[in-house]
Antibody, heavy 118, light 113 residues
Framework: EVQLVESGGGLVQPGRSLKLSCLAS????????MNWIRQAPGKGLEWIAS????????HYADTVKGRFTISGDNARNTLFLQMTSLRSEDTALYYC???????????WGQGVMVTVSS | DIVMTQSPSSLTVSAGETVTINCKSS????????????LAWYQQKPGQSPKLLIY???TRDSGVPDRFIGSGSGTDFTLTINTVQAEDLANYYC?????????FGAGTKLELK
C-alpha cells in the first residue's frame, strides 16, 4: 500500500525557517516524481514545487521561488521541503504527492499544518 | 502560466441527479507528441486529502466508480457525475499537468439537497 506521511509542521514566526519531511513507503521511491502542494485554510489547492524521479529536475511556483527548496533522499525514501523567510501567507496545510510518468498526483499524504504568525 | 477556470463554483443537487462541472484552460493541454490531454480531476471530501478521480482528461483512476466521467480536449473539459450519491459531497478540482507551474481550478463545491 502506498503511504506518504508528512511531518515537521508547526507554528513559526515570520521570517523564520521550517523543514518539512514526507516519508514514502509501499512503492519504489526513486521511480517517481514528487511534489508539494499546499492549501490555505478554507481555500483551494496551490502547487508549489516538484522534483523529478531522477531528482535532477526541479520546478517552483513563483510564490515560493528563492525561499523554498525541494529535495529527495532516495536512500531514506524521504522528500523534503526546506522553507525559509516564511510569511503569513505561507500559512497552509502542506501535502506531498506522488507523480508517475504522464500521471498527475495519484497519491497524497494526509498533510501537515504550517502556521506563520508572531 | 496556464490559468484554469472552473465553473460553477458551487452546485446543489438531489441524490440521483446528474452533475456537470466545467473546466477551461487558457492554453491547450493537448500534447502533440504524446497525443494526450494532460488534465486531471480530483475530489476532496471535508477533512480529507484530495483524491485523484480522472487523469489524461478521461481515464478513471483505479477504484473510481464509473459514474464519474471525464471528457473534453484542448482547452475545454468536463467532469460528469451520473446518479449523484450522498457520498459524492465534496469539492472538485481540475488541474493541468501539461507544464509547470502546475495549476488548479478554484474548485466546485458539490452540496446535496
Amino acid at each position: 500500500e502506498v503511504q506518504l506521511v508528512e511531518s515537521g509542521g508547526g507554528l513559526v514566526q515570520p521570517g523564520r525557517s521550517l523543514k518539512l519531511s514526507c516519508l514514502a513507503s509501499g512503492f519504489t521511491f526513486n521511480n517517481y516524481g514528487m511534489n508539494w502542494i499546499r492549501q490555505a485554510p478554507g481555500k483551494g489547492l496551490e502547487w508549489i514545487a516538484s522534483i523529478s524521479s531522477s531528482r535532477s529536475y526541479i520546478h517552483y511556483a513563483d510564490t515560493v521561488k528563492g525561499r523554498f527548496t525541494i529535495s529527495g533522499d532516495n536512500a531514506r525514501n524521504t522528500l523534503f521541503l526546506q522553507m525559509t523567510s516564511l510569511r503569513s501567507e505561507d500559512t497552509a496545510l502542506y501535502y506531498c504527492a506522488r507523480q508517475g510518468w504522464e500521471l498527475p498526483f495519484d497519491h497524497w499524504g494526509q498533510g501537515v499544518m504550517v502556521t506563520v504568525s508572531s | 502560466d496556464i490559468v484554469m477556470t472552473q465553473s460553477p463554483s458551487s452546485l446543489t443537487v438531489s441524490a440521483g441527479e446528474t452533475v456537470t462541472i466545467n473546466c477551461k484552460s487558457s492554453q491547450s493541454l493537448f500534447g502533440s507528441v504524446r497525443q494526450k490531454n494532460f488534465l486531471a480531476w480530483y475530489q476532496q471530501k471535508p477533512g480529507q486529502s484530495p483524491k485523484l478521480l480522472i487523469y489524461l482528461a478521461s481515464t478513471r483512476d483505479s477504484g473510481v466508480p464509473d459514474r464519474f466521467i471525464g471528457s473534453g480536449s484542448g482547452t475545454d473539459f468536463t467532469l460528469t457525475i451520473n446518479t449523484v450519491q450522498a457520498e459524492d459531497l465534496a469539492n472538485y478540482y481540475c488541474q493541468q499537468y501539461y507544464d509547470t507551474p502546475y495549476t488548479f481550478g478554484a474548485g466546485t463545491k458539490l452540496e446535496l439537497k
